[in-house]
């Protein structure tokens, strides 16, 4: 089955801790500290993978999370730093935070990998905090934690025409005729349900790839049909050939279906009405040499957008429009359509774990992972250790936090069940 749309979960691994240890060997005297650091945590890339044409396998697979770097060991052992997790996705990718919906990275044009989520630094060991006046450092960093994240995968093909039209218009007849490509044709409503790419090779080497966009009827920016689904492939295309059936075979007016249509398109982005258009109007061998409806269809539309008249059938002006498409394409920009990023990771509390600052009955009282963590790899017997787990209070902002909620000089502080008198 055909998937353009997918929403996963992405996480970068931890960090490894950083190592307390102290040399303890026959013969060496003062041996010093020796802890280790901790490795590094995997990071989350996204690679293009030209196999790839669908986002199908994420149906299936929602959750990506990286491997966690492992902590340092004694006699400076580094820990080692954790594979980086590589996601391969189709080209034309965009990836998009899910909440805000913003473009954190689109994966076109050169753009074939990114890493999208760094994982967490290593916490240093105890043998980076030795001083001439601190010999005996009783304490380490804990690793960063990685970063975790819902992401909106939208797959947008890449081609410089776009066929749009109400079904059974001929569009993927059109194509079938003038490319390589080898679309589902038959005579119902949503014979295409995947949108088909072909090469058009028009003449001296020259040409470009098409695109037929399935599933477009009325209401179709709103949800209806399967058009909802596919409007966003028309984004990246250079020009909009919209395909009516000339013959009014299934009763609607040529004029009312191509008005119906550019209003759908508005709707839904108010920039594909700037994209330049053609008209194919199709089907004219069932017209039998009656050209009343081309006519009115450039009295409507002329001189703005160029009508063709053409029949998928049996290639009648099929070279004029192709040749029309090439003229307007000379004059336009060819390179693919990037999206820009407007989400950035925010990286800047990856020191920080969450934490909670409250009062209960009475006592200010600190809680949560970061609390816990600091607390592990710190010896509060120690002036030193002591000193340092203090430096991490204002860095984090807790003490800020407990003077906001109004902590005055001999109140009690608990933490980790440990209770702390609190003086400035």
């Known amino acids: ?86 996601i391969k996705v189709p080209e034309g990718t965009v990836i998009k935070d899910f909440d805000s919906g913003k473009v954190i990275s689109d994966m076109s044009g050169e753009n074939r990998r990114e890493v999208i989520l760094r994982g ?16 005996v450092p009783k304490f380490a960093k804990p690793g960063q934690p990685g970063k975790e994240l819902y992401v909106k995968l939208e797959l947008k093909v890449i081609a410089d025409v776009g066929l749009v039209g ?61 058009g909802h689904d596919f409007l966003r492939h028309i984004e990246r295309t250079k020009i909009l050939v919209h395909v009516v059936d000339a013959a009014s075979i299934e009763g609607r007016d040529p004029v009312e279906a191509i008005k119906i249509m550019q209003k759908e398109l508005s ?5 594909l009405t700037k994209k330049p258009c053609i008209i194919a109007a199709n089907k004219i061998d069932l017209n039998y040499g009656d050209d009343s409806v081309i006519k009115k269809l450039r009295a409507e539309f002329s001189p703005d957008i160029k009508v063709y008249a053409i029949s998928g059938a049996t290639g009648e002006g099929i070279k004029e429009l192709l040749y029309g498409i090439m003229e307007i394409l000379g004059t336009l920009d060819r390179e693919t359509k990037v999206f820009e990023r407007e ?75 440990h209770e702390f008198d609190y003086y400035k």
């Open 343 to 417: 989400f950035e990771i925010d990286y800047s509390t990856d020191s920080q774990l969450p934490y909670s600052v409250e009062v209960v009955d009475g006592v200010y009282v600190i809680d949560g992972p970061s609390i816990e963590k600091i607390f592990g790899y710190t010896n509060l017997d120690s002036e030193k250790g002591f000193d340092f787990f203090q430096k991490y209070l204002k860095k984090s902002g807790i003490l800020e936090k407990l003077e906001a909620l109004g902590i005055k000089d001999g109140d009690t502080v608990r933490m980790c069940g």
């Open 166 to 226: 109400f079904p059974n218009a001929g569009k993927s007849t059109l194509l079938s005729r003038v490319s390589n490509a080898k679309p589902k044709i038959a005579d119902y409503h949503f014979t295409t349900l995947n949108p088909y790419l072909g090469v058009v090779d028009v003449a001296d080497g020259k040409g470009f790839v098409m695109a037929d966009i399935p599933g477009l009827i009325e209401g179709a920016s709103k949800g209806a049909g399967l």
């Open 1 to 86: 089955m055909f998937s353009d749309s997918a929403k996963i979960f992405i996480k970068s691994g931890n960090g490894g801790d950083g190592h307390v240890s102290f040399r303890r060997e026959l013969y060496v005297a003062a041996g010093g500290p020796d802890g280790g650091d901790g490795g590094r945590g995997g990071s989350i890339i996204f690679e293009v993978d030209k196999g790839l044409n669908t986002l199908a396998e994420f149906r299936h697979v929602r959750k990506y999370a990286a491997k966690n770097g492992e902590p340092g060991g004694k006699r400076k052992c580094h820990g080692k730093d954790a594979p980086d997790l590589i």
């Open 120 to 135: 967490g630094r290593g916490g240093l060991g105890n043998m980076n905090f030795a001083t001439a006046t601190m010999q």
């Open 267 to 271: 709707d839904y982005s108010h920039e």
